[in-house]
Structure formats: structure tokens, C-alpha cells
């Protein structure tokens, strides 16, 4: 099993700074099926980066995805008020799937 | 517009059954793989199994194997989880997601809630 840890656990920030990301593997992932999502309260999770760097649809600009191998990371340039949630990265190209336990970015 | 709608949640006794269902509508649901995908009450998302387009391939996390099973009907464009020997650790938010092993997931259902507890 490819465990992904995710770090830091808590991003404490405020509006309009930098935000950055880190998910690591235990194992090497495929670029190909890494992804990143954002679940906010009492909502499900929603695909922002796929491949990890291709953003999904009608994902802003301000988030970025880069890594390969064992190390990925998730940026977001410009901490919008709508961006504080949790964040999650995913492999799906070796079973069984998995995800990291999540970073969440808090309201500094 | 892809929509995915879980059912079949409920509170159940440590020990019994439960069979959770997700109708799907917006795509051909037969083409893509499917996933279920819990989350404990105030924990992050686990993987707990996932299924093949045409339902010949199957795929479970350690911790459910042998207790659940994954299925589905592509004439009724509908995905099941039947769940049995359930444990208190069931206890979770249950999402249906399109996508699975080896192709993406992108897009949720808004879950069901499973309680296992006597």
C-alpha cells in the first residue's frame, strides 16, 4: 500500500499570502494519477488538480499543481476568503487507492 | 449534468447489514469505474472500494475486505455496496464517486450516513 503523508497538518494564513502543500509517498506514484481536492464543511470534496498539474474545470488559475516520484505539492498563490478548507491529495494508480490525511488552511 | 445520488444509509447494530445505492445520471455509466469512498465524523476521506466499467474487477481496502461488497447494474445505471459484519468503525459519511482505479475521480455524490452502534 503507497501511504501519503500530508504537510504541514494545520497552514495557518491570511488572505492574499502564498499557501503551499506538501504530499508525500511512501512509494514512487505515477505523475499520471495524482490528484488534489478541496472539501470544505458539510460539503463533498472537489477535484482541483489532476495529473498532478493539470487544474480540473473551472478551477482558478491561482491554484497550482507540480512533483513527481515520491513528492507532490499543491500551491495557491493568492488565498482567496472562499480557499480556507481542507485539502487532500490522492493516488489512484496502485491498489488499494489512497489518500493523505489532509492539510487544512485556516484563517490566520 | 453528472449527478450521483446515495441511499440506504441508516443506523445499524454492530454485526448487521447494510446495502447502500447510487444512482447515477449525466454520463454513460458504463464506461467508467466507480468508487466508493467514506469519511469518519470529523476524520479525512478513506478509500473503501472501488469497481470496473463493465463490473468484472473489483478492488477493496484492507479493512472491509471479505465484509463488503461492491456491485453494479449498468441497465439501471446504479452502483451498490452491500456491507456486512459491520463494526463501529463503519460509522461514516458514505460518497459514491465516479471514477476509480486508474481513472479519476471527479465528481462526488453528496453521501449517506452509516451508524453502526447499538
Known amino acids: 500500500e503507497i501511504v501519503l503523508t500530508q504537510s504541514p497538518g494545520t497552514l495557518s494564513l491570511s488572505p492574499g499570502e502564498r499557501a503551499t502543500l506538501s504530499c508525500g509517498a511512501s512509494q514512487s506514484v505515477s505523475s499520471s494519477y495524482l490528484a488534489w481536492y478541496q472539501q470544505k464543511p458539510g460539503q463533498a470534496p472537489r477535484l482541483l488538480i489532476y495529473g498532478a498539474s493539470s487544474r480540473a474545470t473551472g478551477i482558478p488559475d491561482r491554484f497550482s499543481g507540480s512533483g513527481s516520484g515520491t513528492d507532490f505539492s499543491l500551491t495557491i498563490s493568492r488565498l482567496e476568503p472562499e480557499d480556507f478548507a481542507v485539502y487532500y491529495c490522492?493516488?489512484?494508480?496502485?491498489?488499494?487507492?489512497?489518500f493523505g490525511q489532509g492539510t487544512k488552511v485556516e484563517i490566520k | 449534468e453528472v449527478q450521483l445520488l446515495e441511499s440506504g444509509g441508516g443506523l445499524v447494530q454492530p454485526g448487521g447489514s447494510l446495502r447502500l445505492s447510487c444512482a447515477a445520471s449525466g454520463f454513460t455509466f458504463s464506461r467508467y469505474a466507480m468508487s466508493w469512498v467514506r469519511q469518519a465524523p470529523g476524520k479525512g476521506l478513506e478509500w473503501v472500494s472501488a469497481?470496473?466499467?463493465?463490473?468484472?474487477?473489483?478492488y477493496y481496502a484492507d479493512s472491509v475486505k471479505g465484509r463488503f461488497t461492491i456491485s453494479r447494474d449498468n441497465s439501471k445505471n446504479t452502483l451498490y455496496l452491500q456491507m456486512n459484519s459491520l463494526r463501529a468503525e463503519d460509522t461514516a459519511l458514505y460518497y459514491c464517486?465516479?471514477?476509480?482505479?486508474?481513472?479519476?475521480?471527479?465528481?462526488w455524490g453528496q453521501g449517506t450516513l452509516v451508524t453502526a452502534s447499538s
Open positions: 464517486a465516479k471514477g476509480g482505479f486508474r481513472q479519476l475521480v471527479n465528481y
Open positions: 469497481i470496473s466499467g463493465g463490473g468484472d474487477s473489483t
Open positions: 490522492q493516488q489512484y494508480g496502485s491498489s488499494p487507492m489512497t
